[in-house]
């Protein structure tokens, strides 16, 4: 299977869209908005928020930017494995989008919150509490956003991983491990959603790492390695020029 450039390039686009998003999505939760949630207690979080409302509104920036380079990274895995699996590469596309776009109601449903918390003139016939509660309860309905969306992200990691897997663009054994890791997730997101306790017996974290070590690795590998041409390819590439070669070199001798 013949590489083209624009493969090639989809390549460069694909790994620097996926560090920059997984960059974004670790700063955003881990830096910016894990630190104002208290759990279990929206009085709590609503002071936090209030306080520091531009580090909150900042990891929305780095949620929505997030959703841009989702959707950057779809397009361009499509470049790169439509010549493997027009229809799979397709379907793994589709699959992103719309947990692109399940992610970016996160971020609404956070701007929601804001709004209850601010002060409006037709907020102040509701008790504060009772404000700061329904604001706590839309920032906890992102969570249930991302879940809903996770067996979509999930999905299109399976069908990625496959048609990596068929390309030998990578590493046999990485491909593998997409494969297994991400159908885990799969399989992960919808037990709990039909089992809500299911995280008790698997932590939350073991449900998506796997797939999301392996899209880390595999945008790092098409950063600095691109996409490698198989053995048989190499082959016939030689054959060829040592026909072209031979050709070339035949009307010397007659």
Known sequence: MTIENSQRAAAKVAGVAGLLAFALVVFGNYVLLGPLLIPRNAVDTARNILAH???FRLALICFITYGIGAIVLATALYVILAPVNRGLALAS??????????WLIAPINSLGALRLLGDATY???FEPERL???ARVLIA???????VGLPFFGLAATICAWLWLKSKYIPKGLAIFGVVGSAWCVFCAFAYLIFPHFNKIVNDYIFDSPMALFELVVSVWLLFKGIRTSNLDQTN???AASTTSASVRLPMFL
Request: charged share 20%.
């Open 53 to 55: 409302e531009t580090q």
């Open 93 to 102: 596309a589709l699959f992103r989008l719309v947990f692109a776009i399940l």
């Open 123 to 125: 907020l102040k016939v």
């Open 132 to 134: 700061q509660a329904l």
């Open 141 to 147: 309905g992102s969570f249930d956003d991302y879940y």
């Open 237 to 239: 590439r030689i054959g």
